[in-house]
């Protein structure tokens, strides 16, 4: 069984970041990555110092060369399974290779699950978008609607109405509360009240939503608020400790309630973006180092302390 000083799990911009900085730092890692990053479906990102329009497939396989190049090991593998043992941690692959760790950081990152409206996930990351500080700018000054009726979903349009002066808030009846009505009509924010049938899409662009009535509001971008549920089954069957609203809990610097475990990015952060996510691998990576170190002075004195 392979030995290695972190094993992390997860190659985006967290996990990469966090295995850059550990490699430099001269500890054996693995990095361990499904191959189903979150923004794949996005042609650019944006708001990353120096990186900004970049394919985020770019970025990574650019983080991955400067792993690389400092020796840490990346593999493409689905990791099934994570156990403590007295030296560190087991990690079983999909193909039923096991490694063994000292330390693991998991950067799993989430998934976003989305209203059951026909065309809605085959438009998401281009004309269906949901991160206005990620797309506003992209499609600034257009025709936008806002998918609302859910927690939030009044203050998140009055964040997109920023980038554009035509924007309606889409809302089933009844579900608006005055103040609500009178902040939106305040700002020229157009309400529809109604159920959405369906997007309608013409030579692969949105044009407009249709109504359960039949009518169709031209529409040129649609922003939807998704349902962000972490990929944490690993961290909860290790035992991590998680909040109220189901996600794992951690420090300032990623550390969680599991001695020797650490997470970092959208795992524990829903708002994270690809920059905070960086630096937050990187922080998680610090603090796993001086951990480390710590351990290796306790068994540096044990042993000394044995043969002096």
């Keep these: ?134 797309h506003g700018h992209e499609v600034r000054d257009r025709r936008l609607g806002v998918l609302g009726g859910g927690p939030g979903a009044v203050r998140y349009a009055q964040i997109v109405r920023e980038w554009t002066h035509d924007l309606v808030y889409f809302t089933p009846p009844g579900t608006l509360t005055a103040a609500e009505r009178t902040q939106l009509t305040a700002r020229a924010i157009g309400i529809v009240e109604g159920t959405v049938k369906h997007l309608v899409v013409d030579d692969d662009r949105l044009r407009g939503v249709q109504l359960g009535d039949g009518c169709v509001v031209p529409r040129d971008a649609l922003f939807v608020p998704p349902r962000f549920v972490p990929n944490s089954r690993l961290l909860t069957g290790l035992g991590c400790d998680t909040d109220e609203h189901g996600w794992v809990t951690t420090d300032p610097t990623g550390r969680t309630s599991v001695p020797g475990v650490w997470a970092a990015g959208n795992v524990v952060d829903p708002r994270a973006q690809v920059i905070t996510a960086a630096g937050a691998g990187s922080a998680a990576a610090i603090a796993l180092n001086a951990d480390l170190v710590d351990e290796d002075v306790r068994i540096a004195v044990d042993s000394y302390g044995r043969t002096s």
């Design 1 to 134: 069984m392979s030995q290695y000083d972190v094993a992390i799990i997860g190659a985006g911009a967290a996990g990469l970041s966090a295995a850059l900085v550990l490699s430099r730092a001269r500890r054996k890692v693995l990095v361990l990555d499904a191959g189903a990053p979150r923004n794949a479906a996005a042609n650019h990102m944006h708001g990353y110092l120096s990186r900004d329009g970049l394919p985020p497939g770019e970025l990574l396989a650019a983080g991955r060369k400067e792993v690389r190049h400092y020796g840490g090991e990346i593999v493409d593998s689905t990791v099934r399974g994570l156990a403590a043992g007295s030296t560190g941690f087991r990690v079983r692959l999909a193909e039923g290779q096991r490694v063994s760790a000292r330390r693991l950081l998991v950067t799993t990152g989430l998934r976003d699950e989305l209203p059951d409206i026909p065309g809605l996930r085959e438009r998401w990351a281009r004309d269906v978008l949901h991160c206005p500080y990620c």
